[in-house]
């Protein structure tokens, strides 16, 4: 049970443990690691700096900047994803190909 809902996120992560054997020794560890949060979800924001599993594809939103994911669609060639840079009035169109 949390206190709170948890926050889920790409970034590095720690695990501590911490190990007793039957007479009371003990021993701890602990190791880090990235996560990358799969996403997908039209409207979704990637803070700068975080790498994260859109569609497949690993990308990392430029550090200072807020990156949105828009519509997918087709325009007479491969499909194109767009992505807003929020606060900024730009949009950058990926296919297949970019």
Same mark, same amino acid.
């Given at each position: 049970?949390?206190?709170?809902?948890?926050? /889920?996120?790409?970034?590095?992560?720690?695990?501590?443990?911490?190990?007793?054997?039957?007479?009371?020794?003990?021993?701890?560890?602990?190791?880090?690691?990235?996560?990358?949060?799969?996403?997908?979800?039209?409207?979704?924001?990637?803070?700068?700096?975080?790498?994260?599993?859109?569609?497949?594809r690993l990308m990392t939103?430029?550090?200072?900047?807020?990156?949105?994911?828009?519509?997918?669609?087709?325009?007479?060639?491969?499909?194109?994803?767009?992505?807003? +840079? /929020?606060?900024?009035?730009?949009? /950058?169109? +990926?296919?297949a190909e970019t």
């Amino acid at each position: 049970m949390y206190d709170a809902d948890p926050m /889920v996120d790409s970034g590095w992560k720690t695990v501590n443990a911490t190990v007793t054997d039957a007479n009371g020794g003990t021993a701890q560890a602990s190791t880090e690691f990235y996560v990358l949060l799969t996403v997908g979800d039209v409207n979704h924001q990637m803070r700068g700096g975080e790498t994260h599993r859109v569609y497949d594809r690993l990308m990392t939103a430029p550090t200072g900047t807020t990156l949105q994911i828009g519509e997918f669609g087709s325009m007479q060639g491969p499909s194109i994803q767009t992505f807003v +840079l /929020v606060n900024l009035g730009a949009t /950058v169109l +990926l296919n297949a190909e970019t």
